[in-house]
């Protein structure tokens, strides 16, 4: 096979999350956050594990960027705890909790490493979610409070910036399925809450032009690729109506300044009329610097009656699929499409993959190595699959894998490794897998 050459500036980077690997959970001054309530409460998360420790990154940051510099990184996305800031969500600041996001910008940037900010991935603080919540429509106000104290120390000095880290997954998992944090199943409130979480967007990026900030901003959405399972028109129609709820509801208003007609329409024969200020949709809207998504599988849609939503996912045709160890299949040409699709009907925005990787069991072999083919197989798809969408012509900047470390992954608790760094939770241990290895050559070389 011919050499894969990535352009020149194209950002490679690693993801984590501050609930994942922070651990710290109440140190310093850091508030109670909803993921900490959530995960405390028995019969929430796998094995009852919860983030109270996870990678113990708070108190082991130097040695974690330590294994970036060594892995090569050009780029690392991490998110802030906003209750680490502001304990109660508003009002008084933690100046303790802000200066240990101060230590880890500055030792990335000397490093040489770029760091990325995620405002939000999912943790906010309890006290908000005692007035409401995201349901809440002030929460969009504390949130931009929370964004102005964290532009003010770090606004000059990180060059990328994301607001919100996947609205669907806080919306569908937290608030209408209940199996995140806040564990509310409700589905208007799930919609009021991807709502305000937009909203809180808008805002943001509005704060951030009124503050000159010399960075960029965007928006990290969870997205994937919709496939009906045959080509029979009413399969055909039930793969754009789940896109269009799963996947336009956010890009519409973010790009159009509106929310998808046949989605609103879906909404309506369930009984929800929903209707929104035409001024929060200006906000929503405003331009951003690049469209950030997290990609790890594709869906297949069918047809079925059956489904109060008239549509199902295609389960039968799953089975033909390898897959990684959530259950998602491995369809990287899904990848592909969906950036053709995102450059095609949204204006070729500047796009960047803020996630992508595979949860794979992992073996430590007798010689200590960890030999993750399966993961170093599935990576090298997808990006042979962003890298032929950039030779077509998308805007594709940078790649995200996701994770760095293995890390603890929501309601599987630590059951499920995304690492290219294998962790001990016993010990806290790290060792680069072949597969972080394989990625360094892949940066080195701008390519594979
Ligand atoms: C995404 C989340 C991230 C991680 C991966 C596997 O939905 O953004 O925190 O859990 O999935």
Known sequence: MSKINFPKDFIWGSATAAYQIEGA?????????????????????????????????YHRYEEDIKIMKEIGLKSYRFSISWPRIFPE???????????????????????????????????????????GGW?????????????????KSLGDIVPMWITHNEPRVVALLGHFLGIHAPGIKDLRTSLEVSHNILL??????????EMNIDAQIGIALNLSHHYPVSEKPEDIAAAE???????????????????????????????????????????????????????YSSDIIQYDPSDESGFSFAESILDKFEKTDMGWIIYPEGLYDLLMLLDRDYG???????????????????????????????????????????QDGVNLKGYYLWSLMDNFE????????????????????RKIKDSGYWYKEVIKNNGF
């Not at 349901?135 to 102005?148: G, M, P, Q, V």
């Not at 809180?200 to 032009?209: A, P």
Request: charge should be negative; charged fraction near 25%.
């Open 25 to 57: 959970y109440n140190e310093d001054g850091k508030g109670e956050s909803i993921w900490d309530r959530f995960s405390h409460t028995p019969g929430n998360i796998e094995n009852g594990h919860n983030g109270d420790i996870a990678c113990d990154h």
């Open 89 to 131: 969500g508003t009002g008084q600041l933690n100046q303790k909790g802000l200066d240990f996001y101060k230590r880890l910008t500055n030792m990335l940037l000397e490093n040489g490493i770029m760091p990325a900010i995620t405002l939000y991935h999912w943790d906010l603080p309890q006290k908000l979610q005692d007035k």
């Open 135 to 151: 349901k809440n429509r002030d929460t969009t106000d504390y949130f931009t409070e929370y964004c102005e104290a964290i532009f």
């Open 200 to 209: 809180s967007h808008g805002k943001t990026v509005k704060l951030f032009r």
């Open 241 to 295: 109506l789940s896109f269009s709820i799963a996947g336009r509801w956010y890009l519409d208003p973010l790009f159009k300044g509106c929310y998808p007609e046949d989605a609103l329409e879906y909404y309506k024969k369930k009984g929800i009329e929903l209707s929104f200020p035409q001024d929060d949709l200006k906000l929503i809207s405003q331009p951003i610097d690049f469209l950030a998504f997290n990609n």
């Open 348 to 390: 070729k925005p500047n796009l960047i993959i803020s996630e992508n990787g595979a949860a794979f069991k992992d073996e430590i072999s007798s010689s200590g190595r960890i030999e993750d083919t399966k993961r170093i197989q599935y990576l090298k798809s997808y990006l042979t699959q962003a890298h032929r969408a950039i």
């Open 410 to 429: 929501w309601s599987f608790g630590y059951n499920k490794r995304f690492g290219i760094v294998h962790v001990n939770f016993e010990t806290q241990e």
